[in-house]
């Protein structure tokens, strides 16, 4: 296929360029504004067989130039992460929501089919049971309301003007390439350099682990044979809570228990998710890997590719982990 694919600098969405590339042969442009998380070394092994467009989702002229002749735009794009979201709202109004209007406008225009990549965040916390499709959506903070916004207005396109949309919702992923912001590779690197593990409130919130190749599959596959108008979920095979993920991470470093250090809780912290993945198992996806085996291998990953996070470790991030950790990293 030929696919637009914007945000696919980032985690996920280069995971998903390496993977359609590799296994479908499908020719690919990527748009991507490059923020903080968004980095060219994300694509570094498939940069010759890609076109790249530097530019934002919400502007038009950047997405007409990226455009081509797709046939199909798969939205990764986006401010990712939640603390960032609590700290400045803004900008995940400005991306989240304002982005995935033009880009609707501009499959609106050309008739192509348009797939929203989502997240299971935009139902809010479940004490038991998972969310199926039909669950209501209760999204608890700003980086999840502005998901949803998207979502529905994703759908609106569908009822009113026809557009071929398809919406897939991930749980929560791990793998290579993910920015040190978040839960895994955070305490990978802490774990790494001896700092210190720091755990929100009791530690005790669940998580749906997916690795991040059976997110990229199942995308995949509700692109080409999910229907129209539809919602499918993509859940982990394994749910775990946040203290038990940080000593499967020190036993596999062989970082001290010490370094766990209980903080402040994150305003309006989700307990728990938990996707069905019925539907999307109805259409043939399955995810490959448990957590045991996925962690282990992100650890590795992390291990052996310093020339990756070595230099975020000494930007932005330090000033980002400073102001939100209230402290200085490790050198
Ligand atoms: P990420 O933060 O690693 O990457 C986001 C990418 O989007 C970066 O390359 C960034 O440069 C780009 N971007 C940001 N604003 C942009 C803009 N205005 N225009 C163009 N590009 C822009 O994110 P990720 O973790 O790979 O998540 C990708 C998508 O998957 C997001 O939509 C997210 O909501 C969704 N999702 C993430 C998870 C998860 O656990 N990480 C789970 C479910 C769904
Ligand atoms: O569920 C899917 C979502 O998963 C995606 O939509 C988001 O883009 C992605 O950021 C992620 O959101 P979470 O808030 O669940 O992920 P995060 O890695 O930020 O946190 C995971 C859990 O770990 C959560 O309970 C908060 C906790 N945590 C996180 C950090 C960064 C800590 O205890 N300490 C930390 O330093």
Redesign the pocket.
């Known amino acids: 296929m030929k696919l637009l694919v914007c945000g696919a600098a980032g985690f996920i969405g280069s995971n998903f360029v390496r993977l359609r590339v590799r296994d479908h042969g499908d020719e690919i442009t990527v748009l991507d504004k490059l923020t903080y998380a968004g980095r060219m070394e994300n694509l570094q092994d498939v940069e010759s067989d890609i076109r790249f467009v530097h530019g934002a989702i919400e502007d038009p002229a950047a997405v007409a130039e990226a455009i081509g002749d797709a046939e199909a735009i798969v939205n990764f794009a986006a401010e990712?992460?939640?603390?960032r979201s609590i700290a400045d709202p803004e900008g995940f109004l400005v991306t989240n929501m304002q982005g995935t209007h033009v880009l609707l406008e501009a499959a609106r225009q050309r008739g192509l089919r348009y797939l929203q990549v989502s997240?299971?965040?935009v139902y809010g916390s479940i004490e038991e049971g998972s969310f199926t499709e039909d669950s209501p959506l209760e999204p608890s903070s700003p980086?999840?309301a502005t998901?949803t916004g998207a979502d529905l207005l994703v759908s609106s396109y569908y009822h009113t003007y026809g557009l071929e949309t398809v919406i897939c919702r991930?749980?929560?992923?791990y793998g290579p390439h993910q920015y040190p912001?978040?839960?895994?590779p955070?305490m990978i690197l802490n774990a790494l350099a001896g700092d210190t593990l720091?755990?929100?409130g009791d530690?005790r919130?669940v998580?749906n682990w997916l690795f991040v190749e059976d997110f990229a599959r199942g995308i995949g596959h509700a692109l080409l044979h999910g229907q129209p108008g539809e919602v499918y979920n993509c859940g982990g095979p394994d749910e775990c809570d946040?203290l038990t993920v940080v000593n499967r991470i020190i036993e596999l470093t062989g970082a001290g228990p010490d370094l766990i250090e209980f903080v402040t809780d994150?305003p309006g912290?989700d307990r728990r998710?938990s996707l069905s993945s019925d539907k999307l198992q109805g259409l043939g996806w399955r995810a490959q890997v448990r957590f045991d085996e996925g962690i282990a291998r992100t650890v590795d990953w992390y291990r052996e590719n310093e020339w990756w996070w070595g230099s975020i470790r000494s930007g932005e991030y330090r000033e980002y982990y400073e102001r939100h950790y209230g402290r200085a990293l490790k050198a």
């Open positions: 990712t992460h939640v603390d997240t299971d965040e980086y999840s998901k991930g749980s929560n992923n912001e978040k839960l895994i955070l720091p755990v929100y530690g919130n998580r946040n994150r912290h998710y």
